[in-house]
């Protein structure tokens, strides 16, 4: 059993902790929100993530899993302490690291013996650098102390798999006996262990996330070509997946990407290249490309209703992806916002995000079900693929409608299908499988 600090309780910080002490490690998360930790020690978890409330609680009444405000507290036995801080983004897309400072500084000022100081934040290449200057240039005494970067490569929705089940572990440090004890950390995960230098393994996760966004938003592209040419970009994306050098993961054309990390990682890498006199085409070309996906459903909607003031539109779907409750950078309430700029009235509807986005758009009307949300609606618009959506009882959606006008976001529901029920089907690059 090793004692492990965690300096943040967000998706990567309590998933991140929650898992360790699964392992069998004991883990004492630390955050400087006194509501959130309070709610955390009666058992209430902050945020939706399948599976993390029933693990958090067997690992809490198992005696391996403690929640504090306090640095003194979380950092008196630790061995190693994970900094798990949001990394939002500037105002010019750079990476904004003042909690990373924080954390770096109030570690220091703390600690009273040798600590591996992980950095678990999405942070710039260099930051490792950085941190561990700030700890040095913050320290009342000197006290051995070394840093290694482990990014995190977890999906909302599947974090805890994530987790449990890696690709691979990355790990970058200066010092190869800190980066090894960090490793037999992960050993009983099984995965491939990479190790190797700070800034190397800082990039490995942008280019990562970077990848993945241009896969998205080069099929939308496709898509945009093929509702041009005739061609069904469902059918393009499974021939391409079949070539082994391509595969079919993250080519599902739709609204394009969103959440915590996509956006705001392409952004931050954009920025890292400018300033380093670099030219980041593609990155941009991504970033439009996603711009436009959001802007492809408003266009779509007034084409088909001839005009959208005082249209009503009801959204299916309202979190940026499936199985969580994570309403940073959603297409659905960007669209929304848009929508609502041009006079139409908007409804939503989502499993679980519909409190938080309650906060966010007040002027939104928020249902209490996907029937509720059809009725009298001249439109719906499909934002998110949660799976209840695709097992609707899609003819009583459409006699409840004023108008029966469904465009598929995430194209999950059949063209022909749709038509048949004499819905106005608008899918993303159907081709010839749009119509009336």
Known sequence: MKNIAVVGTGYVGLVTGTCFANLGNKITCLDIDEEKIARLRQGEIPIYEPGLTELVERNVKAGRLFFTTSYEEALADAEFVFICVGTPSGVDGEADLRYVRMAAETIA??????????????????????????????????????????PEFLKEGSAITDFMNPDRVVLGSLDPEAADKVAQLHLPLRAPIIVTDLRTAEMIKYASNAFLATRI??????????????????????????????????????LGYGGSCFPKDVKALEHMALVHGSHPSLLRAVMEINRDARRWAVLTLRELLGGLDQRRIGLLGLAF?????????????????????????????????????????????LAEDPYELAQGVDALLLCTEWDEFKNL????????????????????????????????????????NNGR
């Open 109 to 150: 000022k703390t600690m009273d013996h040798p600590l591996i100081v992980v950095n678990k934040s999405t942070v710039p290449v260099g930051t490792g650098d950085w941190v561990a200057d700030i700890i040095k240039r913050s320290q009342p005494d000197p006290i051995d102390f070394s840093v290694v970067s482990c």
């Open 321 to 365: 992806k499936p199985n969580t409750d994570d309403l940073r950078e959603s297409p659905a309430m960007e669209i929304a916002h848009l929508l609502q700029n041009e006079g139409a009235h908007v409804c939503g509807y989502d499993p679980v995000a519909m409190p938080g986005a309650a906060q966010i758009n007040p002027e939104m009307r």
């Open 217 to 254: 938003s080069f099929i939308n592209e496709i898509a945009a070509i093929c509702e041009k040419l005739g061609a069904d970009v469902q059918e393009v994306a499974a021939g391409m997946g079949y070539d082994k050098r391509i595969g079919p993961h993250f080519l599902n054309a739709g």
């Open 393 to 432: 009882d899609m003819v009583r959606i459409k006699s409840v409608m004023a108008q029966p006008i469904l465009v598929d976001g995430r194209n999950i529901y059949d063209p022909t299908q749709m038509q048949a029920l004499g819905f106005t089907y608008r899918g993303v690059g159907r081709g010839n």
